[in-house]
């Protein structure tokens, strides 16, 4: 499997990013400001991601994810570990990443990658997403904000 930056001019996969945000315009902001990053096999885009730069010496993963017919097979643990290894060559000393309180997967997947949980954004679901997000019966309402020092 390859993981390689999108080509110019070539479409991200939105199908995938939108399963990481439900919304189509946070995902086209990211895309504008950030580097989107793809995994293919066989000219099959598996997963996705995208990073952005936070400040001089701090880049954030706004969004990953993973064809749901791959899931479980360690390509998202190769996805960070290939952004942790570009924000690291580009001089950062912080990777961010956040997800959701109901997010229990993602957030197991983020600590055995070695992220600690550095702040919890209150009600940033519910303030900005108009519709109601449930998983794993949980509504999700807060950003959960984890870090990891990578130099
Ligand atoms: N439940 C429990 N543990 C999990 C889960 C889960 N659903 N997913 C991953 N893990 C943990 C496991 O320990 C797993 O290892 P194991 O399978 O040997 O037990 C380890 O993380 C590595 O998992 P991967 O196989 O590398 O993860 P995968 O390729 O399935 O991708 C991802 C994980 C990207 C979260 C995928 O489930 C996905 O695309 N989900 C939908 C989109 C999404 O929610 N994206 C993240 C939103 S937050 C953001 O984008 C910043």
């Known amino acids: 499997m390859e993981i390689r930056k999108l080509f110019i001019g ?3 996969p939105l199908h995938l990013l939108l399963l990481a945000d439900p919304s189509r315009e946070m995902v086209e902001e990211y895309l504008e ?3 989107c990053f793809v995994a293919e096999r066989d000219r099959q885009i598996l997963g996705v991601y995208v990073l952005m ?3 001089p010496d701090m880049m954030e993963i706004k969004n990953i994810a993973v064809d749901e017919n791959h899931h479980r097979k360690g390509i998202g ?3 960070i570990g290939h952004a942790v290894g570009y924000a690291r060559d580009q001089g950062s000393e912080l990777l961010e990443i956040g997800t959701g309180n109901s997010s229990i997967g993602q957030l197991a997947l983020y600590q055995k990658c070695g992220f600690r949980i550095v702040g919890v954004d209150v009600d940033f679901f519910t303030n900005h ?3 109601a997000i449930f998983e794993n019966g949980i509504q999700c309402q807060d950003r959960i904000r984890l870090s990891r020092r990578i130099r």
């Open 77 to 79: 643990r190769q996805l």
């Open 10 to 12: 070539e479409s991200p």
């Open 33 to 35: 400001k950030g580097t």
């Open 53 to 55: 730069q936070k400040g």
């Open 129 to 131: 997403y108009s519709e």
